[in-house]
Structures are given as structure tokens and as C-alpha cells.
Nanobody
């Protein structure tokens, strides 16, 4: 069993930055991806960015390309989402997700993830 714990959310002004962390505990992570999603008030959950664990490849939604980047700390089993040039429309609860490594999740979607964090609130004021 893997537990995911997100942290780093908060309130920031437009143009500012935040770094979210997703730490996988329980055992060394061996899945395909660790991925960030977000859900804004009144909207569906949407894909933000994904880190392919074995290769280090990253994938970002068009809405965050050039502003958000992913990195990893292997020793800490942690993926970081660095968010720069934040906009009010980035306001959402951000969730981290991971899979068991049995089957790769569907790219750019929330299909196929086995573990979810509790979410961390990001609020960007204008």
C-alpha cells in the first residue's frame, strides 16, 4: 500500500510561485507515473502534469506549459510541482495520484490511478 501526502499549497498573488510536494510513503514507489490533477470550484477534475517514474519524462497540460515544471527526489520518493507565473484560474485543490505499476494509466486522464492524496488548496488572488 502506498500513501500519498501533498503539501505546499497556500494563498499567493497572481504572478507568484508555489511548490507542491507529493510524498509517497509505505514502500519505494515502483509505479508508472506520479501525476498532479486539480479541481476548481464547480469544474471537473483535470490533468495538470505527470512524471514518468522510470524514465524521468514529464508531461504537462497545455494550460500550464511554460509555467509549471516537475522534478523528483528519489531518496524521498517525492515529486515536486513548481508553479510559476500563477494565475487566478490556477485556483483549485491539487491532488497527487499514483498507480500500482500493474498497468500504465491512460495519459492525460485520471483513468488507471490506484492511489490519491488528500489534496492541497492553491488560491491565486488577482
Amino acid at each position: 500500500q502506498v500513501q500519498l501526502v501533498e503539501s505546499g499549497g497556500g494563498l499567493v498573488q497572481a504572478g507568484g510561485s508555489l511548490r507542491l510536494s507529493c510524498a509517497a510513503s509505505g514502500r519505494a514507489y515502483s509505479g508508472y507515473y506520479m501525476t498532479w490533477f486539480r479541481r476548481a470550484p464547480g469544474k471537473e477534475r483535470e490533468f495538470v502534469a505527470s512524471f514518468r517514474w522510470t524514465t524521468g519524462s514529464t508531461y504537462c497540460a497545455d494550460s500550464v506549459k511554460g509555467r509549471f515544471t516537475l522534478s523528483r527526489d528519489n531518496a524521498k520518493n517525492t515529486v515536486y510541482l513548481q508553479m510559476n507565473s500563477l494565475k487566478p484560474e490556477d485556483t483549485a485543490v491539487y491532488y497527487c495520484a499514483a498507480d500500482k505499476g500493474m498497468r500504465a494509466p491512460v495519459p492525460y486522464s485520471d483513468i488507471g490511478y490506484d492511489y490519491w492524496g488528500q489534496g492541497t488548496q492553491v488560491t491565486v488572488s488577482s
